[in-house]
């Protein structure tokens, strides 16, 4: 009984967004959770659910890894979610690895994993609201959008670059340093490129 598709381990908040997302555009799920409560609720809605440490091999067995494409880790604890990575890359190396990360360091430490992707749990809605801050400052729709996409990429490309010198005290300062430079530098040009633009097509 087992599913074809997707495994998710952790139903909290997180969790829910996605799983709402993927059912909604019709993949099968599979749920694990340690919360008893949390369990009996997704059963009630009919999802397949079992109850248990999502790190322990013979749960994922049992909820399908051997047949699944995909591992989405949204457990709320970072241990644990460097664990289930570590289980699931060793017993079910075929399974693509999707996790939520807490913040930067334990993202540095999913990074070094070399999973499928991850995502940093406040990342995108802080992104979004310092957008919306930027329109309620006089900023247009437009330009606010835009800083946001420029300053996403620049965030995703540092934090490769900060990810290697991770654990060096010194060399991680001096790289923070370097990169809030960068960006500035990054959105002054953009800012000045986009005028300039603006002028020519007026």
Do not use: C
């Not at 890894?65 to 190396?93: G, R, S, W």
């Amino acid at each position: 009984d087992s599913t074809d598709d997707v495994i998710l381990a952790g139903y909290g908040r997180f969790g829910q967004i996605i799983g709402r997302l993927l059912m909604a555009q019709g993949y099968n799920l599979t749920i694990l959770d340690h919360s008893p409560g949390q369990v009996e609720l997704v059963r009630r809605f009919g999802n397949k659910v079992y109850y248990g440490d999502a790190a322990r091999r013979d749960l994922l067995e049992a909820a399908g890894a051997n047949e699944a494409k995909l591992l989405v880790i949204a457990v709320d604890e970072a241990d644990k979610t460097l664990d289930i990575i570590h289980m699931a890359q060793q017993h079910f190396p075929h399974l693509k690895i999707l996790a939520r990360a807490i913040d930067r360091s334990h993202a540095y430490a999913i990074m070094q994993t070399k999973i499928d992707g991850l995502r940093r749990e406040t990342f995108d809605s802080a992104l979004h609201l310092g957008v919306d801050a930027l329109q309620i400052l006089g900023v247009t729709q437009e330009d606010a959008q835009h800083a946001g996409k420029l300053f996403a990429q620049h965030d995703e490309e540092n934090m490769r670059k900060l990810a290697e010198v991770w654990g060096d005290d010194k060399q991680y300062g001096i790289a923070v340093q370097k990169g809030l430079q960068e960006l500035k530098q990054v959105l002054k040009e953009d800012a000045k490129d986009r005028a300039k633009q603006a002028k020519y097509e007026h």
